[in-house]
């Protein structure tokens, strides 16, 4: 394992790029437990231009719960590299005290007693407090949205996005690239697109049948003497994740030979530094950082990983600035002669109760959802136990999700999607329609009913596993396991596709799953075009609202070997 | 540089000719193919582009170009399809590009392979593994 002093010494043995991350200080400030504005944005200005990154809030404009995952397995030469790296020994690696506000940012352990004491995170109002505080220190600055901006909220879904878009507009964003954007449609996306003031990127954006470039491949800007090229890349395998006929006019794909044909251009335009706004996904960012030339930053996103340091690949650093409003990366560069000298970086954490929000920010958000306000703080029960969703495997939330598919939709076997986005609830919360929301909000949540063998479910968990756990990064989409219940299975993450799903058993009887034999199904997210059945929503309010009180115990069915 | 559809069927005018293998195509296997196209000789790897999607976003239509500067023939094979022949193209001295581009219809997950036979007789080879997936669970 890499310790932090020994990250810090491989990366300048490795470059000319000196730098440094202002981690180390908001941790020790941190375990004194007097946290403070002041010390939250502390840096010292460095260079002569700024980054500000912020990526995957999914719609949260409000401060929320967020439990980073216990399951985050690396494959292949990922193994043990952030993000792959999880609970203490993450905390070992970054110099983390265990129990401190950063233990509770950036790790998932006693995560329900931190959040008591340290309190929710993000909230875009609190975002404003921070972006501006940059921006007053650093004129010269550039703010970078990575995507998956209007999707995952109640209010996002009633307004087709257009709450987050004001919000983001209000932010004085300046730049984006997308991801779930695509799942409102091609029209309602052209239409926003058309409405925004900053340009809406993506290299990878093709013309289904012509095979043409989309959409805008980057955009230059002119900041304290500085040309910066921003080339946009949306994630890969929109077609395939999502529901390819919401969006049939457009291809997506890594497409590394057009990233570096762009690079090559912007390059060639003598530009003075090459940034890639990304929604990859970490492991893809890093493997396309090894192979494509010439970019100096990769802004990531997609994966939702949230890495207190800068990752160096080549002359290239990469950033992973979390997800759903809970961090902004402020990452400081010295540009000089047309090459990235250095940088000084700092992710931000988004303490709710430390940031002052903004009053302005605060009033658009409220005036947003001041048309559903009772539809969303309607209480539909009370939780006992921690509901959370992220991580490879499982997840209570989701245990929830699949218990009121089988109840709801008498099904043997439910299946609710690997999405990595959806807020947590600490034991004793109440829950409101909007926090249901907040863990199934979309444009294709009908749950449907039907038969399956055994072989075709063994089929769909071995396609999906194969999409997560596949060395190659190239072939990885980002997501996390389909979660199930009604079943369980063991899966070895070191084998190849199709040998490593296996002791399929029924839990109502105990028996093993006969491939040749049908089981009633129910799951929704499919990206099926008419799909029918009640929305998810719906389905797990009225299984809630029949419990009154949620409880969930631990969830022994998924056995994973091969780590 | 990106060449687009559009231009590439304007090559096709040009230059290039579309045969479809008479006489090998009836479920001719990967290693027949290769054996008809090279005469034996042993592929280098060097100075041939295969350029496919990493997944398939539709498997009913893949697209995939190779470009292979100097050659007299380019031959695309499938290996996982039931028949992998998919097309040789043939340029002629008049060309003025060796590069073909098209979509194909990929049955499963497979290798693609793409071989080009020089004027001097020599054979290169790219190959890339696409990915058909039923999809979905992103995220």
């Given at each position: 394992m890499i310790t932090r002093r020994e990250f810090l010494q491989a990366s300048l043995a490795a470059s000319a790029i000196y730098g440094a991350s202002g981690f180390g200080n908001w941790s020790r400030l941190a375990a004194q437990q007097a946290l403070t504005q002041d010390q939250l944005l502390q840096f010292d200005d460095f260079g002569n231009l700024t980054l500000i990154h912020i990526t995957?809030?999914?719609?949260?404009?409000k401060p929320i719960w967020f439990r980073e995952p216990e399951w985050n397995i690396g494959v292949g030469d990922a193994k043990g590299q952030p993000p792959h790296v999880v609970g203490r020994a993450f905390q070992d690696m970054f110099g983390i005290a265990p129990g401190s506000p950063d233990a509770y940012a950036l790790t998932y352990e006693d995560f329900a007693a931190l959040g008591q004491a340290y309190g929710r995170m993000g909230g875009m109002d609190r975002v404003a407090t921070v972006v501006k505080a940059i921006r007053a220190a650093r004129p010269d600055s550039i703010l970078l949205d990575g995507g998956d901006?209007?999707?995952?909220?109640m209010t996002s879904l009633l307004t087709k996005g257009q709450d987050c878009v004001n919000v983001m507009n209000a932010l004085g964003v300046e730049a984006m690239t997308s991801h779930w954007e695509w799942t409102l449609g091609t029209e309602r996306v052209n239409e926003i697109v058309e409405s925004l003031p900053f340009p809406f990127l993506g290299a990878n954006i093709f013309d289904a049948e012509w095979d043409e470039p989309a959409f805008e491949p980057y955009r230059i800007f002119d900041k304290g003497g500085l040309r910066i090229a921003v080339i946009g890349q949306a994630f890969p395998y929109m077609p395939i994740a999502n529901p390819r006929w919401m969006f049939p006019e457009y291809s997506f794909g890594i497409r590394e030979e057009r990233m570096q044909a762009v690079v090559d251009e912007v390059r060639a335009e003598g530009v003075d530094l090459v940034v890639c706004l990304s929604h990859n996904g970490f492991d893809v960012d890093k493997k396309m950082a090894s192979r494509v030339t010439g970019i100096d930053v990769i802004l990531t996103g997609h994966t939702h990983d949230a890495i207190p340091e800068p990752v160096l690949v080549g002359q290239t650093i990469l950033i992973a600035s979390g997800s759903h409003g809970k961090f902004v990366s402020r990452v400081d560069l010295d540009v000089q002669g047309g090459k990235m000298l250095g940088f000084r970086h700092k992710l931000i954490p988004i303490f709710s109760d430390v940031i002052t929000p903004d009053a302005e920010m605060a009033a658009l958000i409220d005036a947003e959802r001041a048309p559903f306000k009772a539809q969303l703080e309607e209480k539909i029960g009370t939780t006992d136990s921690l509901l959370y969703r992220r991580g490879n495997f499982q997840g209570t939330w989701d245990d929830l999700i699949c218990d009121a598919v089988r109840s709801e939709r008498d099904v043997q076997i439910a299946l609710s999607p690997g999405v990595r986005w959806g807020a947590s609830l600490l034991p004793g919360d109440a829950i409101t329609r909007e926090d249901i929301h907040n863990v199934t909000s979309m444009t294709y949540g009908q749950v449907y009913r039907t038969e399956m063998t055994g072989e075709t479910i063994k089929t769909v968990l071995e396609d999906v596993a194969d999409n997560i756990f596949?060395?190659?990064?190239?072939?990885?989409?980002g997501g996390d396991m389909v979660r199930i219940g009604g079943m369980g299975f063991a899966c070895d993450v070191s084998k190849p596709i199709g040998n490593r799903i296996s002791d399929m058993v029924l839990l109502e009887t105990g028996g093993a799953i006969d491939p040749a034999k049908s089981y009633t199904v129910g799951g929704w997210?499919?990206?099926?075009?008419g799909t029918e059945g009640p929305q998810i929503w719906d389905v797990v309010e009225a299984h809630i609202r029949k419990l009154g009180t949620v409880r969930l115990e631990p969830n022994p069915s998924v056995t994973v070997t091969g780590i | 540089m990106t060449l687009t559809r559009r231009k590439a069927l304007t090559l096709g005018l040009g230059g290039i000719a579309f045969a479809a293998i008479p006489g090998l195509s009836t479920a001719a296997t990967v290693e027949e193919l290769t054996a008809a196209f090279t005469g034996g000789a042993a592929p280098g790897t060097s100075g041939i582009t295969l350029t496919t999607?990493?997944?398939?976003?539709?498997g009913n239509t893949v697209p995939v170009s190779v470009d292979a500067p100097g050659a007299v023939a380019i031959m695309l094979m499938a290996?996982?399809?039931?028949?992998p022949a998919v097309a040789t193209f043939t340029f002629g001295p008049a060309a003025g590009r060796q590069f073909a581009a098209t979509r194909i219809r990929l049955a499963k997950t497979q290798d693609v392979i793409a071989m080009a036979k020089m004027a001097d007789g020599s054979i290169v080879q790219a190959q890339a593994t696409v990915k058909v997936t039923i999809g979905g669970c992103g995220g």
């Open positions: 995957d809030i999914h719609a949260q404009l901006t209007w999707q995952g909220s596949n060395p190659d990064p190239y072939y990885q989409q997210a499919s990206v099926n075009e | 999607p990493e997944i398939a976003e539709n290996s996982g399809n039931p028949e």
